[in-house]
């Protein structure tokens, strides 16, 4: 399956990560959810989600790119 990530929201981005799929399984318990170590080989098996660079940095996960000039992060960083 394709997806874009401005299409997606946290939530479904983390099921896809975990379960393969948009929902959270019912049974979290089931034997289905153990992906085949040969799943890395299949195209029809894999899930891509697609991201531009625009939408990657102002709302996406590169967004926190510019953290280092927080004052914050900036004294963190520096162990002060």
């Known amino acids: 399956m394709e997806y ?3 299409a997606l929201n946290i939530e479904q981005i983390t099921n ?3 379960y393969g799929t ?7 318990t ?3 959810l153990i992906r085949p170590p040969d799943v890395a ?3 029809d098996a894999m899930t891509i989600v697609h991201l531009d660079a625009v939408s990657f940095m102002t709302s996406g996960p590169g ?3 510019n ?3 927080s004052p914050l992060v900036k004294a ?3 162990g002060s």
Do not use: C, I, N, V
Not at 22 to 28: F, I, S, T, V
């Open 16 to 18: 896809l990560y975990l």
């Open 63 to 65: 967004r926190f790119a």
């Open 30 to 32: 089931s034997d289905s």
């Open 22 to 28: 948009l929902e959270k399984p019912a049974d979290l």
């Open 76 to 78: 963190f960083m520096e």
């Open 4 to 6: 874009t990530l401005d």
């Open 67 to 69: 953290g280092q000039q």
């Open 41 to 43: 080989d299949d195209q």
